[in-house]
């Protein structure tokens, strides 16, 4: 057990940010442990499932991204009021997770980390995960609409906001015009980075080693 929460992830974005900055929203500290790429095959076998993230406190150790994030958020005050907020932060969650997980297994396999060659229809895949994700994303802008609030469940933000930006952020590499491939998600997105709180923490978080 951790006398400090600890996350340790690999030194990109993708699935630990979610945690990282719902701490800097709660303005709690953490101890932010990145493992390089180079260093995965040594400490692999370290970590309970052979993967990463992996969360550390007093309590003892968790894995799963989604499940780190909810515990995190749930201490924080930031995954709902009551139950229903919760399944709306739970709902936002895994449309965005089973929609995004599609780009590093059908794009970034090819496009980021240069394991299989380009395939010959590399466009009309692409086409087709993002015609997906524009299609959950206008789920989650009605989900947002029948709530009427700042955000998409509360007036502050909360783990479906995080979750979503942090999505979209992933998916930039795959789609240069993630931020705003719709209307609403443009303006969502600019409220996220209008936040103060969350404004300074992106002005200085650490660069992803592959930009996602």
Known sequence: MAAKDRLT???????GEPTRILYALAGKEFEDKRIELEQWPAAKEEQPLGQLPVFECEKG????????????????????????????????????????????AKIYSWQVFKRVPEPEDSEKIK?????????????????????GKKFIVDDKISLADVWLYCSLVFGKAAFSDMMEVTPWIKEFSQKMEDDEVLKKYLAERKPSALGI
């Open 127 to 147: 086409e087709e995960v993002k015609a997906k994700i524009v299609k959950s994303l206008n789920f989650i802008q009605k989900t947002a609409e029948k709530r």
């Open 61 to 104: 150790t968790l894995v799963m991204s989604n499940t780190i994030a909810r515990y995190v958020a749930k201490g924080f005050g930031l995954a709902g009021k009551d139950a229903w907020e919760e399944a709306l932060n739970d709902q936002v969650m895994e449309t965005c997770s089973d929609v995004f997980n599609e780009i590093p």
């Open 9 to 15: 992830y690999f030194n990109v974005y993708a699935r």
